[in-house]
């Protein structure tokens, strides 16, 4: 039995991590549209509780290691 680790970020986090930013953009009214920006939801606190229980990681430093990933890209 082979036991892999892996550190810092991965493609699929990061990949789930956008899919849900859009499904909360593309959930926005024409109204919600002149108050919530594109991409607001990076900047909900709830967001990255919820991804951060579904990885298993803290979710400020889900946070930093996904807005770095940003910069590197």
């Known amino acids: 039995m082979a036991i892999r680790i892996t ?36 900047f909900d606190r709830h967001f990255w509780e919820k991804l951060g229980k579904e990885f298993g990681w803290d979710p400020f430093t889900l946070a930093l290691h996904y807005f770095k990933s940003l910069k590197q890209a």
């Open 7 to 42: 550190f810092g970020i991965q493609k699929q986090m990061i990949e789930r991590i956008e899919e849900l930013s859009k499904y909360w953009d593309d959930s926005r009214t024409e109204e919600d549209k002149e108050v919530l920006k594109e991409g607001w939801i990076m």
